[in-house]
């Protein structure tokens, strides 16, 4: 059984539910994957499925050997898993393998922000308008200790480059699943652009 899928940031909409209330969700296109390779433990020393995703324009002479003729895929992604007795080269993942009502985890790269000061990036309230502080409304104020240690700590939160970072969000609720189309409609956001690449995963229940 798959608990892992590749996928694609759609985008978002408004659907309703059961009892006529509008929720807001984000459409993923989550496969068809297919699977390129299994790695066992005897022999890779590790057990782990390799998912491809995507149809990319062209490959590489190194990337078609790998492949095999399976496909021209855009993105390879490889997830590691405990039992492999099930699974086989060629095989297929795709939204069926989610059902509403689950909660999975998204994994995707966040949209990157540039450089960004401590305002944008955590929220800082700012400086006084007022007693002649003109130039600082957008600042983040006093950094520095006393003579004891006599410098700035490591971790202070200041300006930087914001964004462009590998997120995971959890919990998300499965709202809805169309199987002809392989779409998951998720509840709440998911990090990264339209059209971006995302990674599924099922969350585990706990018994």
């Known amino acids: 059984m798959f608990f892992y899928s590749i996928g694609r940031k759609v985008g978002m909409m408004q659907l309703f539910d059961k009892d006529g209330y509008a929720q807001g969700v984000t459409v993923v296109e989550a496969g068809p994957c297919v699977v390129t390779t299994v790695k066992d433990l005897p022999k890779d020393g590790y057990r782990a499925v390799q998912l491809g995703f995507g149809e990319a324009e062209h490959l590489n002479k190194p990337l078609a050997g790998h492949l095999k003729g399976q496909g021209k895929f855009k993105y390879l992604r490889e997830f590691r898993v405990i039992d492999i007795s099930d699974v086989k080269v060629g095989d297929k993942v795709e939204a069926g393998i989610f059902k509403p009502g689950e909660r999975v985890n998204i994994i995707g790269i966040s949209k990157g922000r540039g450089f960004a000061g401590v305002v944008k ?86 018994g």
């Open 121 to 206: 990036r955590y929220g800082f309230a700012g400086g006084p308008k007022t007693h002649g502080q003109s130039d600082r409304q957008r600042a983040p104020g006093s950094i520095g200790s006393t003579t004891t240690p006599g410098r700035v700590l490591k971790g202070h939160r200041m300006a930087g480059h914001m964004g462009d970072r590998r997120v995971t969000v959890k919990n998300i609720r499965v709202f809805d699943v169309d199987l002809s189309r392989n779409l998951l409609y998720l509840v709440g956001a998911v990090p990264g652009p339209d059209n971006g690449l995302v990674l599924i995963r099922k969350v585990e229940e706990k």
